[in-house]
């Protein structure tokens, strides 16, 4: 997703209204893009910013366009009452509020994830810091935590590492803390790409980030991971397995559980070319990891 350009109008707001809409759906849709909302609750007589429709989803765009795509990414998953308004006096605050939220959090007994303005208060080995409110991920998402669980399993010092969807790097990253050697991450968003880079600096490590699909990347590494949701990973199913080398490990995130029974059977046309290995469940989200078999 774009930054707000200098030259872009300011001041628009998306409600989700809840008529239609299971909360999950639309919930799990807005964190699964790392998209921040305000949940309206039941007004307070003392908070002016919650009033509204209880159980609606009120998104605060930086730009019209990325207005337009939040919209068509909400109708593609057929989310209903989907409204566009002028920001209201008073809301343009509610950004910041969430900050004020955003705490550490301690994904495993190595790793921890939290805002770049606020000191992480766990002793670990490996602390990954982000600067919120950009829209590429903030790793407060359960299939984030679920793909850190699975790279502290499989990361070794030296390994090479290619995050396929790459977003904010906070994968990436996160790998290159746990000692792997190469670490590139790709995304089709440009802007995405520079971030990666601007959190890799903040975090005082580096990666490579490159703007280009699965189709144009070229090697084979030592774990590939891809934390999309499963439309997005079955049309580059392709790509995926063929990054990993032999002996490799390929990292799947931002499932749910209701697509295992379908999913591993589309996504690995050749039954034979992987072999399962690990499965992690939080909140109905899954990650697995699956390692390539040697070619004979």
């Not at 809409?21 to 919930?27: A, F, G, I, R």
């Not at 790793?139 to 390994?159: I, R, Y």
């Not at 990292?251 to 589309?266: C, Q, Y």
């Amino acid at each position: 997703m774009g930054r707000r350009s200098v030259d872009q109008p300011q001041g628009l707001q998306i409600i989700i209204h809840p008529e239609g809409n299971t909360p999950s759906q639309v919930k799990d849709l807005l964190q699964a893009h790392s998209i921040p909302y305000q949940e309206v609750l039941p007004p307070e007589p003392t908070d002016e910013l919650f009033i509204g429709i209880p159980g609606s989803y009120i998104l605060y765009p930086e730009d019209a366009s990325q207005a337009d795509e939040w919209v068509q990414l909400l109708e593609s998953h057929k989310v209903h009452g989907v409204e566009t308004q002028p920001l209201p006096d008073g809301a343009a605050n509610w950004l910041e509020r969430w900050k004020e939220f955003y705490q550490w959090t301690l994904v495993t007994p190595r790793i921890a994830v939290g805002p770049v303005f606020r000191p992480c208060p766990f002793d670990v080995e490996v602390t990954v810091a982000i600067e919120p409110g950009q829209g590429f991920g903030t790793g407060t998402h359960e299939s984030s935590q679920l793909a850190l669980e699975l790279l502290d399993n499989v990361v070794k010092p030296g390994s090479t590492l290619v995050d396929a969807g790459s977003g904010s790097g906070i994968l990436a990253i996160a790998a290159k803390k746990l000692g792997a050697d190469l670490c590139i991450g790709f995304d089709i968003d440009i802007d995405a790409v520079k971030e990666s880079l601007e959190n890799a600096q903040r975090n005082g490590v580096t990666i490579h980030a490159i703007h280009a699909p699965v189709d144009a990347m070229v090697g084979q590494f030592d774990v590939v991971v891809a934390n999309m949701l499963a439309f997005r990973l079955l049309p580059i199913s392709k790509g995926l397995r063929r990054l990993v080398k032999d002996g490799g490990h390929l990292v799947l995130a931002g499932l749910i559980e209701e697509n295992m029974a379908t999913f591993p059977k589309a996504f690995f046309d050749d039954a034979g070319e992987f072999e399962w290995k690990d499965r992690h469940y939080k909140n109905g989200w899954v990650s697995e990891v699956y390692q390539k078999k040697a070619r004979r």
